[in-house]
C-alpha cells in the first residue's frame, strides 16, 4: 500500500473515531461513562480535538494534569466541585512523574469515580499509558471504551524533519545566546512521540532514513547532554556528524563541533580536579565549528560563535590568545552591532590587562564592558542568557582592578551588586565573587564576621550545586540545579544528595508517610546534638514535600519556622510566602494568632494540607521563657491540631524533651496526655557504617574529589571506632577538611596521623576566621567552655568575661573582640547561643570537641605563663623606672629645701652678726666718748673692737656653710 493510501485509510478511520467518540458524549449525559481516546501523537490529537468541538453538540471541559499529580479523582474533584459537566477530558498522563501511584490510586478509586462523576471522562492516552492501565489499573480500565486514532509514521517522519530545519535554523540564529533545550523547542511527550513513530515504521517495514535517523541523533544528543549523559551526547553527535559531513553541509557540521564543544566543556566542570584535556579538546571543537562557518563564507555565524572559544582560552589561561581572538570578535561585533557580545569582548580585554597587572588599563576596560551593557534593550536582555553573566563578571572585573589602585569601599560596592544575581545562573562565578569579597573584608578591612558570613555563603553554594564534598559544621541545604538550558520547566530545588546517599531517603518517606497518614497530625523528630536533625529537615524533608505536592487530601504546603523571638509574625510572613510561590496572595500577613488561624484554616477550602515545621524547638523555650508565653504558643498548637488539613512536626536536641510536658495539659486529644509516647516521638540517630561509606563514595565522586576505597575504608573505622556508628557532624568536619587539605589517599591520610588532627585543623581554620589580632582570644574562649571534666559547661557573656580577666590576660581580651569571637563560633556551628532570660549562654555544639580542645592545654599553659612573665618582667621594670623617678623627685625636692633652708639661716646669721656690729658699735662710740685718752689710744682701741667682731662675723658664717 502506498503512503498516500495509507494517509487516506488514517484519515477516514479517525474520522469514523470521531463520530463514534461524538456519539457516545453525547447520549451519556448525566451518567459515569469512561472513553480511553489513544493516540500517539501530539499534532493529530490537537487536530482530533479541534475537530471534536466542532462536531459535537455537548460543552466539553479539559484537564491538563500537572507532573506533580498523584491522584485523579482528587484533581477532577478539585478541579469540578460541586459542578457537574457535561463531558471531562484529561490530558497529561504522559507527563505525570508518579504514574505508577496514580494508575493504582484510579484502580482503588473506582468506585468514587463510578458513584460522584455523573459524566463522560475522556482520557488521553498513548500506547505507554495504554500498557500501564493494563498492568497497574486492570479493574478500572476494563469499565472505558477504546477509541483510536492514528497516523501513517511517514507523515510524523515528515514533521519530524521539518522540526529539526527548524531546530538548526534557531540554533544558527541564536548562536551562544542560549542553550533552548528540545522539551522547550518540541511539543509536550515528544520523545514517546518518537518512539511510537519509530516503532511504526518497523511494524511496517519501512527503513529510517539517513536524514531522519541522523535528525534523531542530534535531537537525543541533546537529550543526553541536558541530563549529563556526556559520552552518550558525544557519541549520538558524532553519528549525526558523520552524515553530514558526507552531504557537505558545513553550517549542520559547525553546529554538530560546537554541541560537541560544549560537551567537553560540561565534563570540565564536572572533573575540576583533571579539567585541562577537556578544556583543550573544547577548544578543538570550536575551532572546528569556527573554521567551517569561515569555510562557508558566513563570517555572521563567526561573529554569533566565536566568544565560546575566548571563554576557553579563560579557562585555559592562555592570555595571548584570549587577547588575539578577542581583538578580532570586538572588531565583529563592532560592525554587526552586537552589543551584548561586544561586552564580552571588552571584558576578556580587561581580564588580560588585570593578568597582565596592567591595572588602569583594566578598570578601564570593564568600566567600558558595564557601559556597553547599560545600552542593551530589555528584550535583548531576556533573550540573551549571557547578559546576568557577563554584567557579574564585569563588575567583579572591575572590583578587582578597584582593589588593585587602592580604591577598596569602591571595590566592595561592586561585588555586593555583582552578587545580587541568582547562582543558580553561573554557579563558579558567583562563587568567584563571594572569595573576592571575603577576602576584601578579611584583608583589606579586617571585617571579619562580615568575611565569615560570606565564607559561609560561598561553602553553602558549593555544596549546593555538588562543587563541596562536605560542608563541615554546617546546615546541609536541598540540592539545587544549574541553569545551563532554557526548557519550559520550573528550577525547582531537589534533596540534597546527603540525604539520599547516607541512606536516609527512607527516613524522609516515613516522615512523608505519616504527613499523609490521617491519624498522625503531630510528629516531635528528637536526637542528639549534630545527628543531622536540622538537615534532614532543610535539605530532605521539605524539598520532598515541595517536590510531592500532592496526597490523598490535596496539595502539601510546608511552611517552616526556625526563629521564635517574635514567632507569630514570622510564622505569617512565612505562610505568606508559601501561599505566594503558588500564585495566592493574601491582601495583608497575618500578625496574630487569630489571623493565623483564619488562614490556616482557608488552607483546607484551598485543598491545601499544611505542615507547620517548627525546626531546632528547643530554641523556644529560650527565646520565650515564662510560662504565659509558652502556654500561649502551646494553646496555637491546640488550635492548629483541631483543624483538618494541618499537620505539625517539631524538631529538637534529645535532652529537651522534657521541655515538651507542659503539652500533656493544653487538653488536645491529639496528644491525649502523652506528648512523649510512640506514635508522637520519631528518633534520628547516627549513621551505621556501611551507609557512611557510601555516602563518602558518592559525594566525593559527584564532586570531583575522588577518595581512594582503601581511604574511605580506614576513614569510617576511625570515625566507628568508638561507637560503633559516625557521627554525621564528625564526619562533614572531617571531610571537608581533608577537602581543603587535598587528602585523596590513604598514604596522604595515614601522614597526617589521624582523625583528630584533621579536627584540630578545622578549629585552627575557625580561628584564623576571627583574624591574627583576634586569636589569642579565640583560643581562649574555646578553652573557657571546656573544663577539667571533659565536659561542655553552659557560660554567659559575662561569666567569660570575668574569666578573662582572671586568667590574668591584662585585658587582651576586649569587648567588641569577645562579641566577635563567640559571633564566628556560633556562625561556623562550634558554639550554640542558648537564649534565656536574664543572660544568653553559650556551649560548645559538640562533646567529641572538647577533647581536641583540652589537648592544647599544655600548649595555651605555657603561652599564657609565657605572657604573664614577660607582663611581670615589663611591670617590675616599670615599677623600677617610676620609682627612681620618685626618688629623684625627692631627692630635687630635698635639694631645695635644704637650699631654702640655707639661705633663710644665712639671713638669719647676718642678721644677727648686723645686731651684733650695730651693738658694739653703739658701745664703741660710748667708749669713746668716755675715753679721756688721747686720740692715737682711742683709734687703736676702736680699730681692735672692729676687727674683732668682723672676724667673728667670718667665722660664724664659715662654720655654717
Same mark, same amino acid.
Given at each position: 500500500?502506498?503512503?498516500?493510501q ?21 447520549i ?8 480511553? $481516546? ?10 482530533m ?7 459535537? =453538540?455537548?460543552p466539553?471541559?479539559e ?13 477532577i ?17 504522559? *507527563? ?16 468514587k ?23 497497574l489499573?486492570?479493574?478500572f480500565?476494563?469499565w472505558?471504551?477504546? +477509541?483510536?486514532?492514528?497516523i ?16 538548526f535554523a534557531r540554533?544558527?540564529?541564536w548562536?551562544?545566546?542560549q542553550?533552548v ?8 511527550g ?9 516503532r ?10 539517513? $536524514?531522519?535517523q ?9 537529550? !543526553?547532554?541536558t541530563?549529563?549523559e ?11 556528524l558523520?552524515f553530514?559531513?558526507?552531504s557537505?553541509n558545513?553550517?549542520?557540521?559547525g ?12 565534563? $570540565?566542570? *564536572? ?34 560563535f ?5 571563554e ?21 561585533h563592532?560592525?554587526n ?10 571584558g576578556f580585554?580587561?581580564? @588580560? ?8 588599563e583594566?578598570?578601564a ?13 530589555d ?14 563578571r564585569?563588575?567583579?572585573l *572591575? ?8 580604591? @577598596?569601599e ?6 555586593a ?5 541568582k ?7 558567583y ?5 573576592e ?15 565569615f558570613?560570606?565564607?559561609q ?5 558549593e555544596?549546593?550545586?555538588?562543587f ?17 538550558t ?6 525547582q530545588?531537589?534533596?540534597a ?19 499523609? =497518614?490521617?491519624?498522625?497530625k503531630l ?21 520532598a514535600?515541595k ?7 490535596g496539595?502539601?504546603?510546608? @511552611?517552616? *519556622? ?18 505566594n ?27 491545601? /494540607? ?9 530554641e523556644?523555650?529560650?527565646a ?34 522534657h ?6 495539659n ?6 491525649n ?12 540517630g ?12 558518592? /559525594?566525593?565522586m ?8 582503601d581511604?574511605i575504608d ?31 589517599t ?10 583528630e +588532627? ?13 583574624? !591574627?589580632?583576634?586569636e589569642q ?5 574555646l578553652?573557657?567552655? +571546656? ?24 585585658g ?7 562579641? /566577635? ?9 562550634l558554639? /550554640? ?35 604573664r ?14 620609682e ?7 631627692q630635687?625636692?630635698l635639694?631645695?629645701a ?13 642678721l ?19 675715753c679721756?685718752?688721747?686720740?692715737? +689710744?682711742?683709734?687703736?682701741? !676702736? ?11 667670718h ?7
Open positions: 500500500m502506498s503512503e498516500s495509507f494517509s487516506a485509510e488514517s484519515i477516514a478511520n479517525n474520522e469514523k473515531s470521531l463520530q463514534e467518540l461524538k456519539f457516545d458524549l453525547e451519556s449525559q448525566g451518567q459515569f461513562k469512561l472513553i480511553l $481516546a489513544h493516540c500517539n501523537y501530539g499534532s493529530l490529537r490537537q487536530q480535538v479541534q475537530r471534536l468541538r466542532e462536531i459535537c =453538540s455537548v466539553i471541559r484537564i491538563v494534569l500537572e507532573p506533580p499529580v498523584k491522584k485523579l479523582y482528587s484533581r474533584r478539585e478541579e469540578i466541585r460541586n459542578e457537574i459537566p457535561s463531558v471531562m477530558m484529561v490530558f497529561g498522563l504522559e *507527563l505525570v512523574s508518579d504514574i505508577e501511584h496514580l494508575l493504582t490510586s484510579m484502580n482503588s478509586e473506582r468506585e469515580f463510578r458513584k460522584d462523576f455523573r459524566f463522560p471522562l475522556v482520557l488521553w492516552i498513548n500506547d505507554e499509558i495504554s500498557q500501564n492501565l493494563s498492568r489499573a486492570p479493574d480500565k476494563s472505558g471504551t477504546r +477509541t483510536e486514532f492514528v501513517v509514521p511517514q507523515m510524523f517522519s515528515h514533521e519530524l524533519q521539518q522540526q529539526t530545519d527548524g531546530l540554533i544558527l540564529e548562536g551562544v545566546s542553550f533545550s528540545n522539551d522547550a523547542i518540541f511539543s509536550s515528544y520523545r514517546q512521540e518518537i518512539k511510537a513513530a519509530l511504526d515504521l518497523t511494524r511496517q517495514g519501512q527503513n529510517i532514513e539517513p $536524514a531522519l541522523a535528525n534523531l541523533n542530534f535531537i537525543q544528543g541533546r537529550d !543526553a547532554y541530563q549529563d556526556i559520552d552518550t551526547a558525544l557519541a549520538q553527535y558524532q553519528q549525526s558523520d553530514w559531513h558526507h557537505n558545513l553550517e549542520r557540521q553546529v554538530l563541533w560546537f554541541h560537541m564543544g560544549l560537551c567537553h566543556c560540561r565534563r $570540565a566542570e *564536572l572533573d575540576s580536579a583533571g579539567s585541562r584535556p577537556h578544556w583543550q579538546k573544547a577548544k578543538d571543537s570550536f575551532e572546528q565549528c569556527l573554521d567551517l562557518f569561515e569555510q562557508a563564507d558566513s563570517p555572521d555565524l563567526v561573529a554569533k566565536i566568544t565560546q572559544l575566548g576557553v582560552w579563560r579557562q585555559l589561561k592562555d592570555w595571548d590568545k584570549l587577547h588575539q581572538l578577542a581583538q578580532k570578535s570586538q572588531q565583529l563592532q560592525a552591532g552586537n552589543r551584548v557580545l561586544l561586552a564580552q569582548d571588552y580585554l580587561a581580564e @588580560v590587562a588585570l593578568e597582565r597587572r596592567n591595572w588602569n583594566a578598570n576596560l570593564a568600566t567600558r564592558a558595564l557601559q556597553t551593557l547599560e545600552t542593551v534593550s528584550e535583548q536582555r531576556q533573550h540573551w542568557h549571557l547578559y546576568p553573566l557577563l554584567l557579574a564585569s563588575q567583579l *572591575l572590583a578587582r582592578s578597584q582593589r588593585q589602585l587602592g580604591q @577598596v569602591e571595590a566592595v560596592a561592586n561585588l551588586r555583582a552578587k545580587e544575581g547562582p543558580q545562573d553561573h554557579p563558579q562565578l562563587i568567584q565573587i563571594l572569595e569579597l571575603r577576602s576584601l573584608y578579611k584583608d583589606e578591612q579586617h571585617q571579619y564576621l562580615k568575611a558570613q560570606v565564607k555563603e560561598c561553602r553553602s553554594i555544596q549546593q550545586f555538588r563541596r564534598a562536605f560542608i563541615g559544621a554546617g546546615r546541609l541545604q536541598s540540592q539545587r540545579q544549574v541553569n545551563r532554557v526548557t519550559l520547566s520550573s528550577n530545588e531537589e534533596l544528595q546527603e540525604i539520599i546517599d547516607s541512606g536516609r531517603k527512607p527516613t524522609v518517606d516515613e516522615l512523608i508517610s505519616r504527613i499523609e =497518614s490521617r491519624d498522625k510528629t516531635v523528630i528528637h536526637g542528639l546534638s549534630g545527628v543531622g536533625k536540622s538537615s534532614l529537615v532543610n535539605a530532605g524533608l521539605v524539598p514535600l517536590l510531592k505536592k500532592s496526597s490523598s487530601t496539595d502539601i504546603l510546608a @511552611v517552616t *519556622l526556625r526563629a521564635y523571638n517574635n514567632w507569630v509574625k514570622e510564622l505569617g510572613k512565612n505562610l505568606a510566602q508559601e501561599l510561590s503558588r500564585e495566592i496572595i493574601l491582601p495583608s500577613i497575618p500578625d496574630s494568632r487569630s489571623t493565623l488561624i483564619q488562614e490556616l484554616s482557608r488552607n483546607g477550602q484551598r485543598n491545601l /494540607l499544611t505542615v507547620l515545621i517548627f525546626d531546632q524547638f528547643e523556644f523555650f529560650f520565650c521563657p515564662s510560662r504565659q508565653e509558652q502556654q500561649i504558643f502551646f494553646t496555637f498548637l491546640k488550635e492548629c491540631l483541631d483543624i483538618d488539613y494541618i499537620k505539625i512536626i517539631l524538631s529538637l536536641r534529645e535532652d529537651y524533651l521541655y515538651l510536658l507542659p503539652l500533656n493544653i487538653g488536645s486529644r491529639v496528644i496526655q502523652d506528648i512523649l509516647g510512640k506514635t508522637i516521638l520519631y528518633q534520628l547516627n549513621l551505621q557504617p556501611e551507609a557512611a561509606k557510601n555516602l563518602i563514595k558518592n /559525594l566525593t559527584r564532586s570531583s574529589v575522588h577518595f581512594e576505597e581511604l580506614q576513614l569510617v573505622n576511625d570515625l566507628a571506632h568508638d561507637l560503633g556508628e559516625v557521627r554525621p557532624i564528625e564526619l562533614q568536619v572531617i571531610g571537608a577538611q581533608m577537602q581543603t587539605e587535598g587528602i585523596r590513604l598514604a596522604e591520610y595515614q601522614q597526617v596521623g589521624s582523625k +588532627t584533621l579536627v584540630q585543623r578545622y578549629l585552627e581554620e575557625v580561628i584564623e576566621d576571627c583574624g !591574627a589580632e583576634n582570644a579565640a583560643r581562649l574562649v578553652y573557657l567552655l +571546656t573544663d577539667e571534666k571533659d565536659s561542655r559547661p553552659l557560660k554567659t557573656r559575662t561569666e567569660l568575661e570575668k574569666e578573662l580577666k582572671a586568667s590574668e590576660t591584662n587582651i581580651v576586649e569587648a567588641d573582640e569577645l562579641d /566577635l569571637v563567640l559571633e564566628i563560633f556560633r556562625q561556623s556551628g558554639v /550554640l547561643l542558648l537564649p534565656e532570660t536574664p543572660s544568653n549562654r553559650y556551649q560548645l555544639v559538640h562533646d567529641y570537641l572538647v577533647s581536641f580542645i583540652r589537648r592544647q592545654q599544655p600548649k595555651l599553659k605555657e603561652e599564657l605563663e609565657e605572657e612573665k614577660q607582663r611581670i618582667l615589663a611591670e617590675g621594670r616599670q615599677i623600677i623606672a617610676e627612681q623617678q620618685r626618688l629623684e623627685q625627692e630635687r625636692i635639694a631645695e635644704r637650699d631654702n633652708w640655707r639661705r633663710r639661716e644665712i639671713k638669719k646669721i647676718i644677727v652678726q648686723v645686731v651684733l656690729v650695730v651693738i658694739f658699735g653703739i658701745l664703741l662710740l660710748r667708749a669713746i666718748q668716755e679721756k685718752s688721747n686720740c692715737k +689710744t682711742r683709734s687703736s682701741i !676702736a680699730a681692735t673692737i672692729v676687727s674683732v667682731v668682723f672676724t667673728r662675723i667665722t660664724d658664717t664659715k662654720n655654717f656653710v
